[in-house]
């Protein structure tokens, strides 16, 4: 599996609180398991994003399929591939 990270905005009037928020979360997570990924973190930014979500997907498809996912909730999301520092060693040997 492959490592992800979407940065996201809230979009959508319906998720006014912290508890619509709540709720829209142990649903995304339930929706990233359907999809044979795994939710790993998520934290709450203060400045141009609104939150970090950090995600295993099966490859591009799947972080695609994650990202589209979070975005049926009012959420918008910019999402990466993300690798360990640890494994860019490892990429230069390759060269």
Known sequence: MDTYMALVDV????????????TIWGDLTGDIEALGGELL?????????????????????????TSVSIERYGLDTQT???IPV?????????I
């Open 11 to 22: 979009t959508d009037e319906t998720v006014q609180n912290i508890q619509d928020l709540a």
């Open 41 to 65: 973190d998520a934290y709450a930014i203060i400045g141009e994003h609104d939150y970090l979500i950090v995600f295993e997907a099966e490859g591009r498809d799947g972080a695609f399929k």
């Open 80 to 82: 990466m591939e993300i």
């Open 86 to 94: 640890e494994e860019l060693g490892g990429l230069v040997d390759d």
